[in-house]
């Protein structure tokens, strides 16, 4: 997981084509926008973080800076 990456993809990537990167990915279709990643597993994860920090946007009216602590805070809680 590359924060500047999902950082870039929220910024530049719409919540419906963050969706629709996700549904072609899990569906074994090609991508319809270049995801960094060493593999499969690394694309999606960017692109649900991406979609994480976009919906978070969506429902609390935060910044995509605020949005992104929380996303990182979040990951960190889960593995500590």
Not at 62 to 68: D, F, I, N, Y
Not at 74 to 80: F, G, K, Y
Request: proline letters at 2%; a negative charge; charged letters at 30%.
């Amino acid at each position: 997981m590359k924060l500047p990456v999902i950082k870039e993809l929220a910024e530049s990537r719409s919540l419906e084509e963050l969706i629709a990167a996700e549904e072609a990915l899990t569906e074994g279709r090609n991508l319809p926008f270049h995801v960094a990643g060493e593999d499969e597993g690394e694309q999606l994860t960017h692109i649900l973080g991406a979609r994480w920090i976009r919906e978070e946007m969506q429902r609390t009216g935060c910044t995509l800076t605020e949005a992104l602590r929380a996303y990182g805070r979040r990951v960190r809680e889960s593995i500590s």
